[in-house]
């Protein structure tokens, strides 16, 4: 069931009030990684209630606690914004995730413009932080609701807001409400769709079905009681730094392939179906050159690098704690170096049958090397990999809708990156996640010069609409 | 010739007022490395002034020109104290070399007392930023000549002073002032000690006649035109820190033994003779696990260690410029990444013949890794090493004055470390140069709670004085 003519027309017609209210949106520096800007956080909530109740859609903002600091003082978390419109037993409840809070942006960053002003340009690009991540689709869903409210139609479903502050910052206190409201608040949902990723280009529209997880872990690697000048101790001593490269350059090779026994084991074999999606999928190598900036690549075969990064795990390394890392010339032994490194994780691939693998071969590594140093491995924290069901009615909905608006079939893709959430999502309240897209690969999301594109913020607009008929009518 | 019995006895004598003078000077914070020391750095050029003149030796602050900071501003380096006694052409003339600068030093760097204020205990140990490195022996010469001056005792060489202020923080205008004085100040100078280093434990006096040069390198290893994720990314581009975790592995051993092919061969062959001095030398491996305060020598054969110490190479991996380096959990990709190694060179290794081996091997090795990354490796900055003939008068001289003052036969060592001046007095000036230290292994020097010994302190005044009576009449 497509969207009704008079809901597409009333986007096309506010254009101009709808990126005027995401210049509003976009105008309070709502960065939850710095507490001096906690309040403004705090009030873009306010500012989403203002705009939510006249709407009709029962507001709670839900306080989640408050923050420890790493000076000992406490912030309070900006409240989790619930948003309840209708409550028909015959329409389907979809829950609507957003978040309200951003990255950090200082024009001295590189920003060409203000970064807390939406400036357009001449192709009609919106500049400003948050601009696609998340205010522009959060805006979206408003603008949605007005279209419907303003012009008396009905909407096709009950709609739940989920909209959090903390999501660019390890989205404190969320999942203890989701667990706490399991059967309150999100007791009648039958769906969820989170709109904060983007197309895996410019030009083609995508729905994503699974992100990877991940398992972050230190290589602690001690000697000397305290660092040591290497002209003193240089060949004398086991040095720690020696150890931990030794260890380290035994994780990965140069060609993405993970050295540790047994984890190639784990992941879920490839069906001949999903096979063929990575080989239909409208993305070029020079697409991944593009983002990037530069030719590096693993490999000219588009299905094999797809694969490396939405299905296949990867292990970087991202770095060593305890070195001389600064400009210049150090001579120093470090006395204690712990070297960082990640897994993504991928089905079925857990923590807890990747850890094991992990210590038993750095440790039997580690023996090899016959250091006096010592060796502790720790895993600092990580995640389960998430993967929903594309062929859900939830997906297929999205699918026509997408056809609808876009006139173009999406891709189905899995991420490399995680969105916790969206496994909370999955696994607590037991229902089927879809990520749908608005932006484009290029938006710069977490980077300088943030954009969304007027196209994708009408477009994308209609196409969240249309996906709430899509998804009324679709079984 | 030992030192007349009324020196040695103005000195036991003195005591009292020697450590009130050596705390007036700790207690000006000249460290050379804060910017905003700079004023003191220079009071105690003058307070030094304030000290000689009284005593008859000529004086002259030598400018050295001004040092650029980070910052683009220009601050004036302290002067070079030059200092004249006597110029009796049937005398020898010793130059003398001490730094009157110090390293930093907070309270809250962990010292139990102000570093600043010179403060015993009761074993007599005098705790205090510079004891021991360098205003003890620079305090001691002058309690030399004030020693022979209020006696009326005539000094038997000729003194010229060399003393700067800049030691700590690369010795800024010093080398270039030695090559313009060669044929000026520095004209009538027959030999050069310099106290500026330590015993190799708390027991046993030592000369020291090398020390070890060094190459300090950068492996630069660039991809991404700027920083990734490693969920979007991870397996999907060459990532430069694998890259160069690997090339960083491929150097050195645990064990010690540095693995670019061709530098084992430029190390100047053992002689019996030399071979003897580290079988005797008064030095237990139990002393190196004291000082770096855990057992991780690297053998348990003590020439081996001693030997990798003082007259082989070493190579160290210091750390990584522009990869994660914070506490916690990044999932960076980083994309430049800048491995620091330093290599520490005995004869008769060079820079221009450790460079070439090095950058050929390290570019070998990365062609096998078939990246797609770039590599750029550069040589920071060096200096050769040094070593000198003990059995030149000027150390025989030495080892006389040290068994009449300690009764003990000096070990003869050489260094780990560097200290550059030493190299351009040998080079420049074309002299012997000896490295007579004054303090303990344990000292501490550039360590919180430095502390020169008063056994130390007053032993070796009269060591340093009874030096310039053997050096008199040893040929
Ligand atoms: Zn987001
Ligand atoms: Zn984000
Ligand atoms: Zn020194
Ligand atoms: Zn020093």
């Known amino acids: 069931m497509p969207a009704p003519a008079k809901f597409i027309s009333y986007i096309d017609a506010h254009k101009d009030a709808f990126i005027a209210r995401l210049g509003e949106a976009v105008a309070i520096p709502s960065v939850s990684g710095d507490p001096s800007h906690r309040p403004d956080v705090i009030k873009m909530a306010s500012y989403i209630k203002s705009l939510l109740e006249p709407l009709g859609v029962k507001v709670e903002l839900k306080d989640v606690g408050m923050e420890k600091q790493p000076d000992g003082t406490e912030l309070p978390l900006p409240p989790v914004v619930f948003g309840t419109l209708g409550a028909d037993p015959k329409k389907k409840t979809v829950l609507l995730y957003a978040h309200y809070d951003v990255q950090p942006a200082l024009v001295s960053d590189g920003w060409n413009t203000d970064p807390f002003t939406l400036t357009p340009d001449k192709e009609g690009r919106l500049f400003g932080r948050g601009s696609t991540d998340d205010k522009g689709p959060l805006i979206a ?134 096979k063929k ?22 490999s000219d075969d588009k299905p094999r690098v797809l694969m490396g990064r939405m299905r296949n795990p990867s292990l970087s390394l991202h770095g060593i704690e305890g070195a001389f890392y600064g400009p210049g010339a150090k001579t120093v032994i470090p006395a204690k170096v712990q070297g960082k490194f990640s897994i993504r994780l991928v089905p079925n691939m ?80 037991g229902l089927n996640v879809l990520l749908l897209p608005m932006g484009r690969g290029d938006d710069g999301a977490h980077s300088t010069n943030e954009k969304l594109d007027t196209y994708n913020y009408i477009e994308g607009t209609k196409l969240l609409g249309t996906y709430l008929y899509e998804v009324a009518v679709t079984n």
Chains 1, 2 share one sequence.
Not at 143 to 148: G, L, S
Not at 277 to 298: C, P, W
């Open 141 to 274: 869903w408003i603008n949605i609701v007005e279209a419907h409210v303003k012009q008396g139609i009905e909407l096709p479903v009950n709609i739940k807001f989920c909209l959090e502050g903390m999501e660019e910052s390890g989205s404190e206190g969320l999942d203890d409400l989701i667990e706490k409201e399991k059967d309150g608040f999100f007791k009648s949902c039958d769906c969820v769709c989170i709109c904060d990723n983007y197309w895996m280009n410019d030009r083609t529209p995508c729905l994503t079905y699974g992100v990877r997880g991940m398992s972050y872990y230190r290589i602690i690697v001690s000697g000397p009681a305290r660092d040591l000048h290497s002209g003193l101790f240089g060949n004398t001593v086991h040095e720690p730094m020696t150890d931990l490269i030794l260890l380290m350059s035994k994780l990965v090779t140069p060609s993405g392939e993970i050295m540790i026994p047994g984890l190639d084991k784990l992941v879920a074999p490839l069906t001949d179906a999903e």
């Open 350 to 429: 857990t923590p807890e049958n990747v850890d094991p693998l992990v210590i038993k071969y750095l440790s039997d590594e580690f023996a090899k090397l016959k250091t006096k140093s010592t060796l502790k491995i720790e895993n600092i924290h990580g995640g389960k990999a998430w993967v929903a069901d594309p062929d859900h009615w939830n997906f297929r909905a999205a699918i026509k809708a997408t056809e609808e608006v876009y006139k173009k079939k999406p891709d189905l893709t899995r991420e490399g990156g995680s969105i916790p959430v969206t496994l909370t999502f999955a696994d607590v309240l």
């Open 277 to 298: 999606r990575y080989e239909t999928i409208d993305f070029a190598l020079s697409d991944i050159e593009e983002q990037v900036g530069a030719k590096i690549v693993l």
